[in-house]
């Protein structure tokens, strides 16, 4: 770029320059998110080096999401059924509770989750925004845990998006059955990450509980 400047400065007419994508700063959008079906559900494998999510439609595959084995904070990597990535997600400690950024594998963003923990005396509660990649909130919920773990995410004029189902009794590990009923309103990227996120988190706790009781 400094030698057309040079070169145009015995003419009248100065040539463009181009600019680095980088430094316009500009949002780019990220790339599509798969379509997902009315009903999937969401396995928890029982053997594995980190936490690790199979999801499936019947007994077809349709992507992974495992857990980062080195990581600060939870951070996850979803990927297809032949292996392609879909998208990450990192969480980040806030003083109001845990913000999870997801992007695309360009980290271009695709929005985040908003959680926040209130617990009383016989429930916890846990309260999620949903947001879009410019940070606009694009849908709430709340989650109650008792006995089973059910959450509902709604559009702000209430109407659902999206249910996700846990069982209190689980063998070995952690089946989350999600519904889909406006795959237009949130990415389903956002969707299916929180159910890998709530039960990496409740291993980690259910982990130091552990620790704690030995003598």
């Known amino acids: 770029a400094l030698n057309q400047l040079k070169a145009a400065a015995k003419t009248d007419v100065l040539p463009a320059v181009r600019v680095p994508s980088a430094w316009s700063g500009a949002w780019q959008a990220s790339d599509p998110a798969p379509t997902l079906p009315d009903e999937l559900t969401i396995h928890e494998r029982v053997i594995s080096l980190v936490d690790t999510f199979d999801l499936k439609a019947g007994k077809s595959t349709l992507g992974t999401i495992t857990a980062k084995f080195f990581s600060l904070t939870k951070a996850f990597t979803y990927v297809d059924a032949k292996d392609h990535c879909i998208a990450k997600a990192r969480a980040r400690l806030l003083a109001w509770g845990t913000r999870i950024d997801v992007t695309d594998c ?20 846990t309260q999620y925004s949903m947001l879009d990649a410019q940070g606009a909130e694009i849908a709430t919920s709340e989650k109650v845990d008792w006995i089973s773990t059910d959450l509902t995410i709604r559009r702000p004029d209430g109407r659902a998006i999206a249910t996700l189902h846990r069982p209190w009794l689980n063998i070995l590990s952690d089946n989350w059955t999600v519904k889909i009923a406006d ?9 299916v990450i929180i159910a890998a996120y709530k039960t990496s988190v409740d291993n980690d706790r259910r982990k130091e509980e552990r620790r704690s009781d030995r003598p």
């Open 183 to 191: 795959h237009a309103a949130v990415d389903s990227r956002l969707i």
């Open 106 to 125: 360009s980290d271009r963003p695709v929005g985040a989750i908003k959680e926040n923990v209130l617990k009383s005396l016989w429930k916890v509660y």
